[in-house]
């Protein structure tokens, strides 16, 4: 079994600046994660397939357009639609502090705002992918043949 974090770092939709998931994904993989870059503009639909083949810990969504209150809950359902909700789902970007918690009772993990220091992105990220580790591991096989991750 291949205990290396595995995460998904992309852009949804129209918002073309990079920069800070560019800065994330690289931070992520200096901290010894596998990174998959899938770049700008890529739909919902294309992000949560990539993160099945992948297959992918948790999938990191970098958001400056606006557009967060619909493409994270999009997001989700596509999950759990495609019966792959154990795929954590987090981001960052420019999203006011009252929208960020209306995001996390969703079921977005978290929401880096600008600004944040990568180091608190990478122990975010390290510690809840060990947690859900440690719950899969007693868990009942995943499903659809994933692993459980």
């Known amino acids: 079994m291949n205990d290396k974090i595995r995460i998904l770092i992309s852009k949804v939709g129209l918002d073309g600046h990079d920069v800070g ?3 994330v994904a690289k ?3 200096d901290a ?3 990174v998959v870059y899938a770049g700008l503009r890529r739909t919902p639909e294309e992000i949560v397939n990539i993160a099945i083949q992948e297959d992918v810990d948790a999938i990191g969504i970098s958001i400056l357009s606006g557009a967060h209150m619909t493409f994270f809950p999009l997001i989700l359902n596509l999950l759990k639609e495609k019966e792959a909700s154990e795929i ?3 981001g960052g970007g420019v999203i006011p502090l ?3 918690k209306e995001l996390k009772r969703l079921g977005v993990r978290e929401l880096f705002r600008a600004g944040t220091n990568t180091s608190e992105i990478i122990d975010f990220v390290r510690r809840e992918i ?3 580790k440690k719950r ?6 995943a499903k659809k043949g994933r692993s459980p991750r």
């Not at 899969?136 to 096989?141: V, Y």
């Open 88 to 90: 954590m789902l987090f």
């Open 136 to 141: 899969n591991f007693t868990a009942e096989p």
């Open 32 to 34: 010894g994660m596998e």
């Open 21 to 23: 998931a560019k800065l």
């Open 98 to 100: 009252s929208d960020v």
């Open 27 to 29: 931070a992520l993989r």
């Open 130 to 132: 060990e947690k859900k």
